[in-house]
């Protein structure tokens, strides 16, 4: 077997997996130590921020070490759709400044002005740019918010989002047309299928602006069900429509080796909200760590 190049990835992991944010219900009594302690057994190097965190950047440092993880980034709830640059940068400063100072180089940017995500709404009402004029005015914005974050250390990841303006394949073209650089784009395989478009394709697509992923695996018959039942984006998720990786349909093997020929170089974040009652938090966390630890040192290794 041949030698192939390095593979500059780390495998970290959201804590959604034990508790989500959008559902307390779902894993709201799992204590973070209990998160952090089984995912460092499993493997993964650092985790994604979740409520449970403390917002101190002493106390986030001191928590994370005692379990030798990282911070691998963390969502902000961003309204740029809806307010100027100025106050969003004035809100964004403490996370920001938790971010910079715990070694994270990518801030996951949401935009929650008008989003549904969170609400029993039909997934068919989220919101939309109609006119051409607003799409600019929200990607200049986007773009100087963006300018701001970099002169930290760290990058927005624009997180495409079902029941959100960017929602759509096309709403990912628009959004990378009409913004600078300093605008990355996270790539999430589990939104990017629900929204309708081919995972791969569109990672092909977009890559050269990809500064981050979310590896998450999807069931294409509950999603069926969601877009014909008219769901909203939560009962979608109580049904079983994300899962980890190697537990879906995904084409998780094509989609690293693009990132891999494409140099990539940051994390790999599996991220799948579910019911740990359903499918229970160590068992799916350790399932999506292997297949991917797999297929990355697969690339490593090169041909046979």
């Given at each position: 077997?041949?030698?192939?190049?390095?593979?500059?990835?780390?495998?970290?992991?959201?804590?959604?997996?034990?508790?989500?944010?959008?559902?307390?219900?779902?894993?709201?009594?799992?204590?973070?130590?209990?998160?952090?302690?089984?995912?460092?057994?499993?493997?993964?190097?650092?985790?994604?921020?979740?409520?449970?965190f403390p917002r101190d950047p002493a106390a986030l440092r001191d928590v994370l070490s005692r379990h030798g993880l990282e911070l691998v980034s963390g969502w902000y709830s961003g309204r740029l759709a809806e307010r100027s640059v100025g106050a969003e940068i004035a809100a964004v400063g403490p996370h920001l400044d938790l971010l910079a100072k715990n070694g994270a180089t990518v801030m996951v940017y949401g935009e929650v002005a008008g989003s549904i995500q969170g609400s029993?709404?039909?997934?068919?009402?989220?919101?939309?740019?109609?006119?051409?004029?607003?799409?600019?005015e929200y990607a200049d914005k986007l773009t100087a918010f963006a300018r701001h974050t970099l002169s930290r250390g760290v990058r927005v990841g624009y997180h495409h989002h079902m029941g959100a303006f960017v929602q759509a394949p096309e709403d990912?073209?628009?959004?990378?047309?009409?913004?600078?650089?300093?605008?990355?784009?996270?790539?999430?395989?589990?939104?990017?299928?629900?929204?309708?478009?081919?995972?791969?394709?569109?990672?092909?697509?977009?890559?050269?602006?990809?500064?981050?992923?979310?590896?998450?695996?999807v069931r294409p018959s509950v999603i069926r069900l969601a877009r014909n039942r008219n769901w909203s984006f939560l009962e979608a998720v109580i049904n079983g429509a994300f899962t980890v990786p190697g537990d879906g349909?995904?084409?998780?093997?094509?989609?690293?080796?693009?990132?891999?020929?494409?140099?990539?170089?940051?994390?790999?974040?599996?991220?799948?909200?579910?019911?740990?009652?359903?499918?229970?938090?160590?068992?799916?966390?350790?399932?999506?760590?292997?297949?991917?630890?797999?297929?990355?040192?697969?690339?490593?290794?090169?041909?046979?």
């Open positions: 077997m041949s030698k192939g190049k390095p593979f500059a990835v780390r495998i970290g992991i959201n804590p959604i997996s034990w508790s989500n944010d959008d559902l307390p219900s779902l894993g709201g009594e799992t204590p973070l130590e209990t998160a952090l302690t089984e995912g460092r057994t499993i493997g993964y190097q650092g985790f994604e921020l979740g409520n449970k029993p709404t039909p997934l068919y009402k989220r919101p939309r740019f109609v006119r051409a004029a607003q799409w600019r990912v073209d628009q959004l990378m047309a009409l913004t600078g650089d300093e605008v990355g784009l996270l790539f999430d395989t589990g939104h990017m299928s629900f929204g309708g478009g081919d995972a791969v394709d569109m990672l092909g697509k977009h890559i050269g602006r990809v500064c981050h992923v979310h590896c998450k695996d349909a995904i084409d998780f093997r094509s989609l690293l080796t693009l990132l891999h020929g494409h140099g990539y170089k940051g994390w790999l974040v599996v991220e799948a909200e579910q019911d740990p009652v359903v499918a229970p938090a160590y068992r799916y966390a350790d399932m999506g760590y292997r297949h991917l630890r797999i297929l990355v040192s697969a690339l490593e290794e090169g041909p046979a």
